[in-house]
C-alpha cells in the first residue's frame, strides 16, 4: 500500500507522539521535498523527530515527475499540497493523508482517496496503538496542539472508539 503524507498530519502526529506507531505499518510511505522543507525550516521537535525517520527510510522522500498538474495546483495551494497531491496522483496512491479542507477537496475530485489526522489517530485506536481514554481530555490535548476541529466532528470520528 503507498500512502503520500503531507506536513501538517506529520506535524501533529509527533505531537501526540504517534508518528513512529503510524509509520511502523507495513506500507510505503512518502513526502515529498517540500514537505520536508517545511518541516526543516525550523529546528524543533518535530524536525528533529523527522530526521531518523527519514535516515530509517520509513518516509521516502519523492518529487513528482507531474509538473504540470503541480503548477496548476499551486495556483490555489501552497508547495507542500500540491507537491502532496501530484504525487499521490503520479504514485497512484492508495491514501493521500491531507488535513488542508480545500486540498482535501481538490485531491478528492481528482480521484484521490483522502484521510486526515483524526482518520489515521482512529485507526491507531482502534488497533489499540494509542489510548484514547476519556475523549474530553484527547480532544483538549488535540486543541492544545492547535488542532483545529470543531468537537461535533471529533465526536462522530470517535463516536464508536
Do not use: C, W
Amino acid at each position: 500500500m503507498k500512502i503520500v503524507i503531507n506536513s501538517s498530519p506529520i506535524i501533529f502526529l509527533v505531537r501526540l507522539q504517534a508518528l513512529e506507531l503510524f509509520l511502523n505499518d507495513n506500507y510505503k510511505f512518502y513526502i515529498t521535498p517540500s514537505v520536508v522543507t517545511e518541516i526543516n525550516a525550523k529546528s524543533d521537535e518535530i524536525s528533529r523527530a523527522l530526521t531518523p525517520v527519514l535516515a530509517a527510510e520509513k518516509l521516502i522522500v519523492q518529487s513528482t515527475n507531474l509538473t504540470s498538474l503541480f503548477n496548476r495546483l499551486h495556483k490555489s495551494f501552497g508547495r507542500g499540497e500540491s507537491e502532496t497531491i501530484a504525487l499521490a496522483t503520479e504514485l497512484q496512491a492508495d491514501f493521500v493523508i491531507l488535513d488542508d479542507l480545500a486540498a482535501r477537496k481538490m485531491a478528492t475530485n481528482l480521484g484521490l482517496n483522502v484521510k486526515g489526522t483524526l482518520a489515521i489517530l482512529k485507526k491507531l485506536a482502534v488497533e489499540g496503538k494509542i489510548e484514547i481514554g476519556n475523549k474530553d481530555e484527547f480532544y483538549q490535548n488535540l486543541v492544545n496542539i492547535k488542532f483545529r476541529i470543531s468537537r461535533s466532528i471529533f465526536d462522530a470520528v470517535f463516536r464508536d472508539v
